[in-house]
């Protein structure tokens, strides 16, 4: 916590302050979230990574950059060794620390199951935000991470084949900070994104569609996959949130046939810490594209917007 460049802490955790106070820059909005994680991978330290970084994801999402963040921590201290809080907290600060948010506090309770997670605060203008109703038809879809991480982390602990080099992916990929994807917002005033978590990239664009009035057109094809999340969900490697999410989504969903039924599932897939969704304006793609690759970011276009037909058209999948 003492990593404060700027000064932003007025008072915190140094003196056993009842709560943390910190300047905010003139000008600018709030953007809040919290989110929390049942352990995906077994290193703690890496862990902690991905619980930050899933966090942030949030803050990303809008445009924002994060500014400081609260650690929540759900732990067995009488039956787990506490090196193992140590190592996630780590892992988690360091990974605040590339985000240049500043650590100012945090919670821990006893709990019989392990889950890790933070509430961030961050920075946005206040007529600069990407919010889920600002689709517009035209749009293109860029994704920013690949999808899978769910039913990989259902191979990783049944231990099935390959698990050890798709935890090494896993980590890698929830691992990496969605920062580049919010300068785009930022950079080209894009005006709706969302990141995918729990809900699936499907369910959050339905999300999008909904809020927008449009229809969003997916094409399965062009989904990026994760190494091996089409093996593990073709032997039934499927976690239940993300048959879930499925189920949720089918009122306001229509497929045409013949579909890859492996794709479709995936398409739902319950992530975490997983890329953004930006919807880009026809004449700003290649500059959005050029700039995600400047920075060492992928990118994939996964769907376009339409104008909506009738509300059992919100996802047209393909």
């Given at each position: 916590?003492s990593?404060?460049p700027?000064?932003?802490l007025?008072?915190g955790?140094?003196?056993?302050e009842?709560?943390?106070?910190?300047?905010?820059?003139?000008?600018?909005?709030l953007?809040?979230s919290?989110?929390?994680?049942?352990?995906?991978?077994?290193?703690p330290a890496?862990?902690?990574?991905?619980?930050?970084?899933?966090?942030?994801?949030?803050?990303?999402?809008?445009?924002?950059?994060?500014?400081c963040?609260?650690?929540?921590?759900?732990?067995p201290?009488?039956?787990?060794d506490?090196?193992?809080?140590?190592?996630?907290a780590?892992?988690g600060?360091?990974?605040?620390?590339?985000?240049?948010?500043?650590?100012?506090?945090?919670?821990t309770?006893?709990?019989?199951?392990?889950?890790?997670g933070?509430?961030?605060t961050?920075i946005v203008?206040?007529?600069?935000?990407a919010?889920?109703d600002?689709?517009?038809?035209?749009?293109?879809?860029?994704?920013?991470?690949?999808?899978?991480?769910?039913?990989l982390?259902?191979?990783?602990?049944?231990k099935?084949?390959?698990?050890?080099?798709?935890?090494?992916?896993?980590?890698?990929w929830?691992?990496?900070?969605?920062?580049?994807?919010?300068?785009?917002?930022?950079?080209?005033?894009?005006?709706?994104?969302t990141?995918?978590?729990?809900?699936?990239?499907?369910?959050?664009?339905?999300?999008m569609?909904?809020a927008?009035?449009?229809?969003?057109r997916?094409?399965l094809?062009?989904?990026?996959?994760?190494?091996?999340a089409?093996?593990?969900?073709?032997i039934?490697?499927?976690?239940?949130a993300?048959h879930?999410?499925?189920?949720?989504?089918?009122p306001?969903?229509?497929?045409?046939e013949?579909?890859?039924?492996?794709r479709?599932?995936?398409?739902?897939?319950a992530?975490?810490?997983?890329?953004l969704?930006?919807a880009?304006p026809?004449?700003?793609l290649?500059?959005?594209?050029?700039?995600?690759?400047?920075?060492?970011e992928?990118?994939?276009?996964?769907?376009s917007v339409l104008?909506?037909?009738?509300?059992?058209?919100?996802?047209?999948?393909?």
């Amino acid at each position: 916590m003492s990593h404060d460049p700027d000064g932003r802490l007025l008072a915190g955790k140094a003196y056993r302050e009842d709560a943390a106070v910190l300047r905010v820059p003139p000008g600018k909005a709030l953007v809040q979230s919290v989110d929390v994680l049942a352990p995906l991978v077994n290193d703690p330290a890496r862990f902690g990574a991905i619980a930050a970084a899933n966090a942030l994801s949030d803050i990303y999402a809008m445009g924002g950059e994060p500014w400081c963040a609260l650690n929540i921590a759900f732990f067995p201290t009488g039956s787990l060794d506490l090196e193992i809080l140590h190592d996630m907290a780590q892992g988690g600060a360091d990974t605040l620390r590339e985000a240049d948010a500043l650590l100012v506090g945090g919670h821990t309770v006893d709990d019989a199951e392990i889950r890790f997670g933070f509430s961030v605060t961050g920075i946005v203008d206040a007529d600069a935000v990407a919010v889920n109703d600002g689709l517009r038809p035209g749009d293109i879809l860029l994704l920013t991470k690949p999808l899978g991480t769910g039913v990989l982390a259902a191979g990783i602990k049944a231990k099935w084949e390959g698990w050890e080099e798709s935890e090494e992916e896993l980590c890698r990929w929830c691992s990496r900070l969605n920062r580049g994807g919010a300068r785009v917002i930022r950079d080209l005033g894009l005006k709706a994104a969302t990141d995918v978590t729990g809900f699936g990239l499907g369910g959050h664009l339905l999300e999008m569609a909904r809020a927008s009035g449009v229809s969003i057109r997916i094409d399965l094809d062009s989904l990026p996959l994760l190494p091996r999340a089409a093996d593990y969900a073709g032997i039934g490697l499927i976690p239940a949130a993300s048959h879930a999410n499925r189920a949720y989504c089918r009122p306001w969903t229509r497929t045409r046939e013949p579909v890859n039924d492996i794709r479709e599932i995936l398409l739902f897939d319950a992530q975490s810490s997983g890329g953004l969704a930006l919807a880009v304006p026809a004449c700003k793609l290649d500059r959005a594209e050029e700039f995600l690759a400047a920075q060492g970011e992928d990118c994939w276009r996964v769907a376009s917007v339409l104008p909506l037909h009738d509300e059992s058209g919100f996802l047209l999948i393909e």
